[in-house]
């Protein structure tokens, strides 16, 4: 049975929220790249509740870029936060995948970003 996609949304909405609150704390705490992570999670869920709101069929993904591609459809004033995706992607990108290149984002990074993306957040609220 399909599940009711407002009711769907909502439940990506409200773990976009603890993720969100989560990035909030970590700031507090000088956790940068706990901090930038939670960040990505919680766009990436803010961005598919949007979404599947508007009927989209979830994908497995965790690429920002091609989720507000998506929301972009439907909002095209979204896409001024092509930038702060990008950035934050790298959060997400530097914790998942170490390297020898990789280097963690730095604190004031991580809190401009989420400066920078809280006006994304209020429009997909």
Not at 87 to 96: A, F, H, K, P, Q
Not at 97 to 108: E, N
């Amino acid at each position: 049975m399909p599940r009711d996609s407002s009711v769907y949304s909502a439940e990506w909405m409200r773990i976009a929220e603890k993720d969100w609150n989560r990035a909030r704390r970590l700031l507090a705490a000088q956790d940068a790249e706990a901090a930038g992570f939670h960040l990505q999670q919680s766009v990436e869920k803010f961005l598919k509740g949007f979404l599947l709101l508007k009927g989209w069929k979830l994908k497995r993904t965790h690429d920002l870029e091609a989720l507000l591609d998506a929301a972009v459809v439907y909002d095209g004033a979204l896409a001024q936060f092509r930038s702060v995706c990008q950035e934050i992607s790298n959060c997400y990108l530097v914790e998942r995948y170490p390297g020898p290149q990789a280097s963690g984002p730095s604190l004031a990074d991580v809190e401009a970003s989420f400066q920078a993306v809280s006006e994304l957040i209020d429009k997909l609220r």
